[in-house]
């Protein structure tokens, strides 16, 4: 970097609670990276991801700081897949959520090193937010990740439950219903009906949610879709037995569904 941006000037910008010093910092690995390439500012890496911790709702004129320090990370390009992951063991919700976005902006890379820590991670928290990222994947690719998600969608873990079972709904947006095992496809749609009978209204929700997404991306036929219509409408209590679910999230979602059929 030039000499009046040393790595201890940058490093000092990115501990700043000021916004403008923030972005000063940012700017300048941004200016680094296209001088000399992503080598010049990797030293930089670690730095940018303390600003993953950063409390948007405590302070929300930061939400465009951590956005671009998201980005930052991202066009380092596949070398930091592996550190990502390791650091969504951490525990602090905000950094991991901040790090299942740039997971899921690196995209079709990310699959496979997101898979294989699934599977031998013993840290339920890491599994659940690396289906959080797998759900942030935009690619048809993902859909090898459809048989882990539907595994971790009968947990017993409230929040990988409730992770999982959004996921199913964020696959659906990319996947190709084609690419889709019948098997899977039926064990995603009969577990989604399960978990309409969870407890958590948030689950239920998202159960719906996903359901809804599942009949709009050709993941239903046409009988499927049926049936879908009238549990949604019994959610509502627009049937017969006017029984409606008493979660108003539950029934925003069912409404929302019911466009798709």
């Known amino acids: 970097m030039q000499e009046n941006h040393t790595y201890e000037t940058v490093k000092a910008l990115l501990a700043s609670n000021d916004a403008e010093k923030l972005h000063e910092g940012l700017e300048v690995i941004r200016q680094a990276i296209a001088r000399k390439g992503v080598q010049e500012a990797r030293q930089c890496f670690e730095l940018l991801t303390e600003l993953f911790y950063i409390d948007t709702l405590d302070n929300p004129e930061l939400a465009p700081i951590l956005n671009e320090a998201i980005s930052l990370v991202v066009g380092f390009g596949e070398w930091v897949i592996p550190h990502l992951i390791s650091k969504l063991d951490e525990g602090d919700i905000k950094a991991q959520m901040a790090i299942g976005q740039a997971l899921g902006r690196i995209g079709a890379d990310a699959i496979q090193p997101l898979l294989e820590a699934y599977r031998v991670s013993k840290n339920i928290g890491q599994k659940t937010f690396i289906l959080y990222a797998l759900g942030k994947i935009k690619s048809p690719k993902i859909v090898v990740a459809a048989e882990i998600v ?79 219509k009238s549990v949604c409408e019994s959610l509502l209590g627009e049937d017969k037995d006017f029984d409606w679910d008493r979660a108003y999230i539950v029934r925003y979602q069912a409404q929302e569904a019911l466009q798709y059929l």
């Open 150 to 228: 539907l595994e971790a969608a009968s947990s017993t873990d409230c929040e990988m439950l409730d992770t999982a079972t959004r996921a199913i709904g964020k696959l659906a947006e990319s996947m190709a219903p084609a690419d889709l095992p019948p098997e899977i496809r039926q064990g995603l749609i009969d577990q989604l009906y399960a978990n309409l009978s969870e407890i958590n209204p948030v689950v239920r929700s998202k159960a719906v949610r996903s359901l809804g997404k599942l009949a709009r991306f050709g993941f239903m036929n046409e009988a499927e879709r049926q049936k879908l």
